[in-house]
């Protein structure tokens, strides 16, 4: 365990803070719970922090076995960042803090505040509670980074609920909306039926499989 920090307390509490009490280290683990990322993705995804300090962040974090450097050719790097089981043990404390900061989010972003859909998208996992399962692409257009155009895929099972930045898979139902429309969808429990009527949200694929989804996940259709 790295010595940069300790609270000097035999206590749990005061371990974890050890271990991830230092700033920005939580929010990396956060955006990995999105899969595998490159050291560039994760700087172009955290603004504000530095190249030594996130260097630093991950170098520490791979010492405490939260987090391994894999080769991952595929992603154009040879080196990727992702999870270990210990680090992704911390996802349901992670999962009740951001429950937690929804107390404080009044109103829309602020215009100097970044605004990502995969980690709106992780509240869903907080919200799962069936046995149902199957899988869903999302294809966001994020108005708040010039209408860019991001896809996740979230697999749902009993197992738990995966979420991964990616590509549209063609075996899956596709819904296109905005991050504005998920919030009405998911925040502020406008029907999908009325969401598709207004426009405002698109389904292409097996519709009983975007209904499952629904279902699983306890929104109004």
């Known amino acids: 365990m790295s010595k940069k920090r300790c609270y000097k307390q035999y206590c749990g509490l005061a371990k974890a803070m050890d271990v991830i009490g230092e700033r920005w280290t939580i929010l990396i683990l956060r955006d990995l719970l999105l899969g ?4 560039s993705d994760l700087i172009e995804r ?15 974090m791979e010492e405490n076995g939260l987090i391994k450097k894999t080769q991952q ?8 960042y992702e999870l270990t089981v210990l680090g992704r043990a911390l996802e349901p404390a992670m999962l009740a803090l951001s ?3 929804f107390n404080y989010m009044h109103g829309g972003p602020n215009p100097d505040e970044q605004v990502d859909p995969g980690r709106a998208l992780l509240n869903l ?3 799962y509670d069936s046995k149902q399962k199957g899988v869903v692409t999302f294809c966001f257009y994020n108005e708040y980074a010039h209408d860019r155009q991001e896809y996740y895929q979230v697999d749902f099972s009993t197992a738990g609920v995966d979420i991964r930045f990616g590509k549209e898979r063609a075996d899956t139902p596709c819904v296109e909306l905005s991050l504005n429309t998920y919030a009405d969808l998911v925040f502020r429990n406008v029907s999908a039926k009325a969401l598709e009527k207004q426009g405002n949200l698109l389904v292409t694929g097996d519709r009983k499989k975007w209904n499952r989804f629904l279902s699983a996940f306890g929104l109004n259709n």
């Open 36 to 39: 595998p990322w490159r050291y």
């Open 46 to 60: 955290l603004p504000g922090v530095t190249t030594n300090l996130l260097a630093s962040r991950l170098k520490e």
């Open 73 to 80: 050719s595929s992603l154009g790097s040879p080196h990727v």
């Open 99 to 101: 429950q937690f900061g």
């Open 125 to 127: 996992k907080s919200r």
